[in-house]
């Protein structure tokens, strides 16, 4: 089992909806959660951290995290064509190690 | 303020050939990452300096990779020799402190022939 998953798409969002990325981690005591956006050729670019259960808004963007589960998911309302990109999902193990899954490459749909 | 600067951008080399790879953190960000990331998957962490010190190179294959970062600035990472599989993307990022946001450089490419 790998220790951070998602599903690496694509996604194909029509532009207006909302885009649901979702991520699962093995390590039951992760304490903080991340969600990247990579576009093509660029570098990761920090978009959202949760550290409590529940719901985090900010903008189009909200993050809902699940521990009990070991679910993190990212929703994006209102997608625009500027939100295609790959979405990493980012898990910190211990008090160091950020591991990342695979990413999920989203495309939205004008 | 400047991002996190890496150079060159890209490289090609043919294997069994050495490389090097700079990075310059953000000005005041005592901790430093290297990542190696693979087409179509995420980073992977492959030592990471807290001021000049490695604490964690525990993904660093040392039989040819070797890093530093001597005066707790900027570091180098080196492969020696270069093998086909090396070829990735070779990503830097700083942050100020373990427990703060991680800024990724725009990597390097290395393509190994």
């Known amino acids: 089992q790998k220790e951070v998953e998602q599903n690496s798409g694509p996604l194909s969002v029509p532009e207006g909806a909302i885009a649901s990325l979702n991520c699962t981690y093995s390590?039951?005591?992760?304490?903080?959660f991340f969600w990247y956006r990579q576009y093509s050729g660029k570098s990761p670019e920090l978009i959202m951290s949760?550290?409590?259960?529940g719901d985090k808004e900010d903008g189009r963007f909200t993050a809902q995290l699940n521990k009990a589960s070991q679910y993190v998911s990212l929703l994006i309302r209102d997608s625009q064509p500027s939100d295609s990109a790959t979405y990493l999902c980012?898990?910190?193990?211990?008090?160091?190690?950020?591991?990342f899954g695979q990413g999920t490459r989203l495309t939205i749909n004008p | 303020e400047a991002g996190v600067v890496q150079s060159p951008r890209y490289k090609i080399i043919e294997k069994k050939q050495p490389v090097a790879f700079w990075c310059n953190p953000i000005?005041?960000?005592?901790?430093l990452y290297w990542y190696l990331q693979n087409l179509g998957q995420g980073p992977e962490l492959l030592i990471r300096?807290?001021?000049?010190?490695?604490?964690?190179d525990s993904q660093l294959p040392k039989d040819r990779f070797s890093a530093e970062r001597l005066k707790g600035v900027d570091s180098t990472l080196k492969i020696q020799p270069a093998e086909l599989g090396d070829s990735a993307v070779y990503l830097c990022?700083?942050?100020?402190?373990?427990?703060?946001?991680?800024?990724f450089g725009p990597g390097t490419r290395l393509t190994v022939l």
């Open positions: 000005s005041g960000h005592n901790t």
């Open positions: 390590d039951r005591g992760s304490q903080s």
């Open positions: 980012a898990v910190k193990q211990g008090a160091q190690k950020l591991v």
């Open positions: 990022a700083s942050s100020l402190g373990l427990n703060n946001e991680q800024f």
């Open positions: 949760i550290y409590s259960n």
């Open positions: 300096y807290e001021n000049e010190e490695a604490v964690d």
